[in-house]
């Protein structure tokens, strides 16, 4: 973690004397594209900075692959593209770009190769049949964490224990998410990690106010809170509930011109609201699955939360899972606080507003860490099940090298993109988005499982059934599932 802080300033003060950010690209076009990176005809990135074997690296081997062709399907949706994969960059690219552009550039450099993006609208549709026919097909499969783990069940990825330059225990790599997506049996079928800072940016987080909150007296630093372990539920509440009182809102309860000390979308504070407890939706225990989601500390959670959307008259909850509705209401100063992505940082680009990042309050002092749940739309990296073992060398090195130069040069860049689209720079905020990092949930029942809305619905409906009510009404099903599934790819009978 501390050395990730290091880069993440150190890149912050050379950005603020060098370069100013400016707005991200528009996405490639949905379609296939030529390959970008022929290190025989495209000159560019061909004097890379880090040798891959250096120091503090992964350990690679010296390869010449002379200049195949290493192809990545990917999804069509700019800021989940533009994490691995950026067409070109000019005189006003940011330096999160010129990252991402030069870290495939030195990749096509180190090891003769050509980079071949394949950009779909729906890249999970060429799934099935490229794992039924020939070998080979695609080097590598980014895309939708949900679709990724429905695939992986059907039986179209490599393992991963199989990739011999893979190091999941280096610190590039997601050591929870290798946890949570291990099959009972240990076969793992997708991964992620620094390789995507998008690992981050589908992150649940909660954005401040700072002006409306430096407002108020006695109101005692939300950073300060988080760095004391005492940003509670209980505290986030009571900041809620005095910032609400100290807004001038119109009375309507309209989120259209009243104020409001909160607001949030059923996506955001309702689903973390789980993960704050330090509990997931499931897990494999004793031999059998289990559904943690269900205790007295999760039902209390639920209880609370209800109370405070649905009874304290602070807050404001949109009933969709779209962010957008709360933008217009933060920027205009009408909400103090607002969940959603890290990643929507960029909708307030342009607006005159200083804004914090927070990680989600914990629900109370026994939970460890600030647990920030991964959203479901996040980037999962999978490999074709008919990649044979000689390609299967190659792509993990890629893998390897890709990893760790998101992890050394791109992820602290990202902090500083997420913040750059405020007037005023927020120091603070590099230490929380740096403890969202290190705390990220990638939770197996919430991307794929019939438990995986199960907390967030039961929120936002303030007279429907309890948490454990509701889980009873699924529970031998989701079982049922999840044993048809994940279980059996452990002996190769997994349905197609």
């Not at 943690?292 to 999760?298: A, E, G």
Request: hydrophobic share 35%.
């Amino acid at each position: 973690m501390k050395k990730l802080i290091l880069r993440a300033f150190l890149l912050l003060l050379a950005l603020l004397m060098v370069i100013p950010f400016a707005g991200c690209q528009e996405t490639p076009a949905p379609q296939e594209t030529d390959p970008v990176t022929d290190p025989a005809t495209d000159p560019e990135g061909t004097d890379p900075e880090t040798d891959p074997g250096a120091e503090d690296g992964p350990d690679l081997p010296v390869k010449n692959y002379g200049g195949d062709e290493f192809t990545i399907l990917m999804r069509a949706l700019e800021e989940y593209t533009e994490d691995i994969y950026v067409e070109s960059i000019g005189a006003n690219s940011t330096s999160l770009e010129r990252a991402v552009y030069q870290r495939l550039k030195d990749l096509a450099y180190y090891y003769n190769l050509i980079i071949d993006p394949v950009i779909k609208e729906r890249p999970r549709d060429e799934v099935p049949a490229a794992a039924k026919s020939g070998t080979d097909g695609y080097d590598l499969v980014i895309e939708h964490a949900g679709f990724t783990l429905s695939c992986a069940a059907s039986g179209y990825y490599y393992d991963w224990n199989d990739l011999p330059y893979v190091d999941l225990e280096a610190d590039w790599w997601n050591a929870q998410a290798a946890e949570t997506m291990t099959t009972p049996g240990g076969k793992l079928y997708t991964m992620v990690g620094d390789i995507s800072y998008m690992s981050v940016g589908a992150s649940i987080c909660m954005f401040f106010n700072k002006g409306l909150l430096n407002d108020v007296e006695d109101l005692e630093s939300p950073y300060d809170l988080v760095r004391s372990k005492e940003w509670l539920f209980d505290k986030f509440e009571e900041y809620v509930i005095t910032m609400d009182a100290n807004m001038d809102g119109d009375g309507t309860g309209t989120l259209e011109t009243d104020s409001f000390g909160y607001g949030t979308g059923w996506w955001a504070g309702p689903s973390q609201l789980l993960h704050s407890t330090g509990y997931r939706t499931i897990a494999w225990k004793n031999d059998d699955w289990k559904f943690p989601l269900d205790n007295d500390t999760t039902s209390n959670a639920v209880f609370d939360m209800r109370e405070l959307l649905w009874t304290s008259g602070a807050c404001y909850a949109v009933d969709t899972q779209e962010f957008d509705a709360l933008i217009k209401p933060f920027t205009e100063g009408r909400l103090a606080f607002t969940d959603g992505r890290v990643a929507h940082a960029r909708k307030f680009a342009g607006e005159d507003l200083s804004y914090g990042v927070l990680p989600w309050p914990k629900y109370n002092k026994k939970v460890k860490e600030y647990y920030a749940t991964v959203d479901g739309g996040t980037n999962l990296f999978s490999v074709m099940r008919n990649t044979t073992a000689e390609n299967a060398e190659r792509i993990s090195i890629v893998l390897e090298f890709l990893a760790y130069e998101g992890y050394d040069k791109v992820v602290p860049l990202y902090y500083e993109t997420v913040l750059s689209y405020q007037y005023l720079k927020d120091e603070d905020s590099i230490e929380m988005l740096q403890i969202i990092h290190d705390n990220c949930v990638f939770d197996l029942g919430y991307f794929y499982s019939p438990v995986s809305s199960l907390v967030h619905e039961t929120v936002m409906d303030p007279t429907g059934p309890s948490l454990s009510t509701a889980l009873g009404e699924i529970e031998e099903a989701a079982r049922e599932e999840l044993y048809n599934t994940w279980n059996q790819l452990d002996v190769g009978e997994a349905e197609e």
